[in-house]
């Protein structure tokens, strides 16, 4: 069965430093997201991409945060400078972009901001 | 008001009985309902989906949707230890290709 596949599973920053956290979306899919939660809250939506340009955004997706599809199969999410906040399991998500498709998740990747 | 809301549990039930999850919501553009299930420390897996109001059945799950009320229910029928986990309500507007909007989730435990 197809999965959206997400690295590292557990990521230890300095605060201040730049991390990029990768995933591979369902091969076929066209539209691909990152949403991220902070331990005991919700899942919380970043942005959607379709493309090769972000489609929205929320107001947590700020001028630190940005996404990229550098080669065709990947998704990255790049936070330039890391605060404590930012700690958060982080999720990629993709869909196929057809009507009554479902959005794939990924397992998500656990970034401690130290 | 929040826009999804969602009491977070936890609810423990013996196996075997109906659970009954719910959520409410604000937002009147949201058409498509969904039911995550989500382990500890894993991404959400979706459970099942629905398109405005209605009921949709799948094995011993049930979804209902009433928009007059704006509220969503899940209903899960002889509850096995297996489906302890934190069901997560969602919901997005027209399109599905639309962010997703989750409740906080609640924590659910059947017990052997």
């Known amino acids: 069965e197809p999965e959206v596949t997400q690295t590292p599973s557990h990521q230890v920053t300095q605060m201040g430093q730049e991390v990029i956290l990768r995933c591979v979306p369902i091969s076929n899919h066209l539209y691909f997201y990152w949403y991220r939660q902070i331990l005991g809250q919700k899942v919380e939506f970043l942005v959607s991409?379709?493309?090769?340009?972000?489609?929205?955004k929320s107001e947590i997706f700020d001028d630190q945060f940005s996404v990229e599809r550098p080669d065709g199969s990947n998704f990255t999410l790049k936070i330039r400078s890391t605060k404590l906040e930012d700690s958060a399991m982080y999720f990629c998500?993709?869909?196929?972009?057809?009507?009554?498709?479902?959005?794939?998740f990924g397992q998500g990747t656990r970034l401690t901001v130290v | 008001q929040k826009e999804v809301e969602q009491d977070p549990g936890p609810l423990s039930v013996p196996e075997g009985a109906i659970v009954s999850l719910n959520c409410t919501y604000s937002?009147?553009?949201?058409?498509?309902f969904m039911w995550y299930r989500q382990y500890s420390r894993k991404g959400p897996e979706l459970l099942m989906y629905t398109y405005s109001s209605g009921n949709k059945e799948d094995g011993r799950f049930t979804a209902q949707v009433d928009k007059s009320s704006k509220y969503i229910s899940l209903f899960i029928r002889d509850s096995q230890p297996s489906d302890s986990a934190t069901y997560l309500c969602?919901?997005?507007?027209?399109?599905?290709?639309?962010?997703?909007?989750f409740g906080k989730g609640t924590r659910l435990h059947i017990l052997p």
């Open positions: 998500a993709s869909s196929a972009g057809t009507q009554n498709t479902e959005a794939f």
């Open positions: 969602a919901m997005s507007r027209m399109n599905r290709d639309d962010k997703i909007i």
């Open positions: 937002n009147s553009a949201f058409q498509y």
């Open positions: 991409f379709y493309n090769n340009e972000i489609s929205e």
